[in-house]
């Protein structure tokens, strides 16, 4: 069993190399309103893996020769060309979005179109960041009803949960006691202040906490940051980040790239007020930016890492930070929480540019 699922990995990681040159991929024709097309468009391109490659687009009155917004996706012509588009771009999928000048009688004529075996017509409604155990597609009355559960932590995943963070921090805690040790002894040695950096954080529900991480920037780096980010111009963002931070030690700037200094949370999982892995927690300053979306983060205890650290930590927009946390937030498993540190030891070990 285990060297065929270390086969079916091969296979899977070969596969995955292979879509991202977009070989293996089923070649998709989008069809809808420029909005819905773009939409689905930058996720299917933000996940090349998935195996679907878009040669092209139609769209209601949609000119030949012209692009859609923001990408470099072709249109074909208007919702009436379909036919013709599919044949242009060689295309084996038709991924049907949401317009109003689609009606179901036009959406089951472009089904009849299709060669049966080798083309497909997908729907692909303008939801967005849902897993797979929440989607139910239910046929009533002849409408393929797609049910969207809606997000909640029973009491059985919150126990799972909690044990999970008790039981990795604890352990976690004893393999790393000796780098915690090193640590302390390079931080004091080299530079004036307190080891540990306490700082109060917004965690679950907006209630205020201390985070403690060892100490990475000189004494008194708070006093400068509000004067960086306005020479920055990022004093508005709820993602403060400080690019080439003068602040930061030459220790500092070591522990911050391999993540060492946030290590101290282990205790902060302990004691309840994080968890192993969540959104991570921001100051008040930052909070008071989040819009009503960004809000939800506060539903889930803080972490220590997260989905958005494995999936490029600064490289990363605001907006792509809150699509990924507002992700882990709503679609919560142990699998997944698993994956993600498995994934934040590979980060770590290999951190890149991503990491400052």
């Not at 949401?98 to 299709?114: A, F, N």
Request: net charge positive; aromatic share 8%; proline share 6%.
């Amino acid at each position: 069993v285990v060297v065929l699922m270390f086969e079916r990995w091969l296979w899977r990681q070969w596969l995955i190399a292979q879509r991202e040159h977009g070989r293996w991929s089923a070649r998709v024709l989008l069809v809808g309103s420029v909005d819905s097309v773009a939409q689905i468009a930058r996720e299917l391109e933000r996940s090349a893996s998935a195996g679907y490659l878009v040669v092209g687009a139609c769209v209601p009155h949609g000119k030949i020769a012209d692009h859609i917004p923001g990408t470099d996706i072709p249109i074909m012509g208007s919702v009436d060309a379909v036919e013709r588009a599919v044949d242009a771009t060689l295309a084996d999928t038709v991924a049907v979005t949401s317009t109003d000048d689609l009606p179901p009688d036009k959406v089951k004529q472009i089904s009849w179109s299709l060669e049966a075996g080798r083309q497909h017509l997908v729907l692909a409604p303008s939801i967005v960041d849902i897993a797979g155990p929440r989607l139910h597609t239910r046929p009533v009355a002849g409408l393929p009803l797609i049910h969207v559960e809606t997000p909640r932590f029973s009491m059985g995943q919150r126990f799972v949960k909690r044990t999970f963070d008790l039981v990795g921090a604890s352990i976690l805690v004893a393999l790393l006691s000796p780098v915690l040790l090193a640590v302390t002894v390079a931080v004091s040695a080299t530079s004036i202040g307190p080891v540990l950096y306490k700082q109060e954080r917004i965690g679950l529900r907006g209630n205020p906490f201390y985070m403690r991480k060892f100490r990475s920037m000189r004494v008194g780096a708070d006093r400068e940051l509000k004067a960086l980010l306005e020479e920055q111009g990022t004093s508005e963002k709820p993602l403060f980040k400080i690019k080439n931070d003068p602040r930061i030690t030459p220790v500092g700037r070591f522990i911050r790239k391999y993540s060492l200094d946030e290590l101290p949370q282990l205790f902060n999982v302990l004691g309840g007020t994080m968890s192993l892995i969540g959104p991570r927690p921001q100051i008040a300053a930052e909070v008071a930016l989040y819009s009503d979306a960004a809000r939800r983060r506060l539903l889930a205890r803080p972490g220590l890492t997260g989905l958005w650290q494995v999936s490029g930590r600064s490289s990363l927009d605001w907006e792509d930070a809150v699509r990924l946390d507002l992700y882990y937030v709503e679609n919560w498993s142990l699998v997944g929480d698993i994956a993600i540190l498995f994934k934040t030891l590979r980060a770590v070990l290999s951190p890149g540019e991503t990491a400052h």
